[in-house]
């Protein structure tokens, strides 16, 4: 059974910074998209950050470019969402996915394997 397990939430001030992990049992990791989704209260779940399986394409939500990136370490069978200067409106759960979508993209990918969650909490 695929597992993924994230780590680095916590509770931050406004303008700072956390790392995400993402680390996982997928075997064919490397041809696998990787992606970071949130969800916030009462608000549907947004893509937030993802990555290719080829590592060539990568795509970051407006609200967040400037701030945060996505990086995936093969070897490591582990992706990272790096976020700085953090807003309160960053506050959400966020979820690590990976697909095994053959195409080479990271949008209107299914998504096939999902973490539990990692609570980020900006306050103001």
């Known amino acids: 059974q695929v597992q993924l397990v994230e780590s680095g939430g916590g509770l931050v001030q406004a303008g700072g910074s956390l790392r995400l992990s993402c680390t996982t049992t997928?075997?064919?990791?490397?041809?696998?998209?990787l992606a970071w989704f949130r969800q916030a209260p009462r608000k549907e779940r947004e893509l937030v950050a993802g990555?290719?399986?080829?590592?060539?394409?990568?795509y970051l939500l407006d609200s967040v470019k400037g701030r945060f990136t996505v990086s995936r370490d093969n070897a490591e069978r582990t992706w990272y969402l790096h976020m700085s200067n953090l807003k309160p409106e960053d506050t959400a759960t966020y979820y690590c996915?990976?697909?095994?979508?053959?195409?080479?993209?990271?949008?209107?990918?299914?998504?096939?394997?999902w973490g539990r969650g990692t609570q980020v909490s900006v306050s103001s």
């Open positions: 990555i290719s399986r080829s590592g060539r394409f990568s």
């Open positions: 997928i075997r064919a990791f490397s041809g696998h998209a």
């Open positions: 996915a990976a697909s095994g979508s053959n195409l080479e993209a990271v949008y209107n990918i299914p998504w096939d394997s």
